[in-house]
């Protein structure tokens, strides 16, 4: 949580930022050597990306993923995938999860232009999907 003045903008890169930071110094010095930030819609912006893309440095490495909500044109998208493009996807402990499948779609993507250099697009979903997935 970061409290801030009433009059301060919603959801500013500047806060986004700080709270990263902050949630980071919270973790012991001996585990920051690989860090792994989860971002939603709300903080999905190019900003941020720009700030985590340069956060990794030889002493760190940095990983991301920004989730967002699925419109029409990532809809079209993920109908476009082969049959044969989705792969199976895998669990938190690395584990293959054949019930869940994912696939790169950033080729396909209108809004993928936008990003930054090495940010893809990759929907995963339960099943293949046949309609909407979630990323």
């Known amino acids: 949580m970061l409290l801030r003045p009433g009059n301060a903008g919603p959801n500013t890169f500047t806060d986004h930022r700080d709270v990263l930071a902050a949630a980071i110094r919270q973790v012991p010095a001996r585990f920051r050597n690989e860090i792994l930030v989860r971002v939603d819609g709300a903080g999905a912006s190019h900003e941020l990306v720009r700030h985590q893309l340069g956060m990794s440095s030889p002493r760190r490495k940095v990983l991301f993923t920004c989730g967002w909500m699925i419109t029409a044109a990532d809809e079209d998208a993920i109908r476009q995938v082969p049959a044969a493009a989705w792969k199976p996807g895998t ?30 697009g990759s929907p995963a979903g339960s099943s293949r999907p046949a309609g909407r997935c979630r990323t």
Do not use: F, Y
């Open 91 to 120: 669990g938190q402990d690395g584990a293959v999860e054949k019930d869940k499948h994912v696939a790169e779609i950033t080729h396909l993507m209108s809004r993928a232009g936008n990003w930054p250099a090495g940010c893809g």
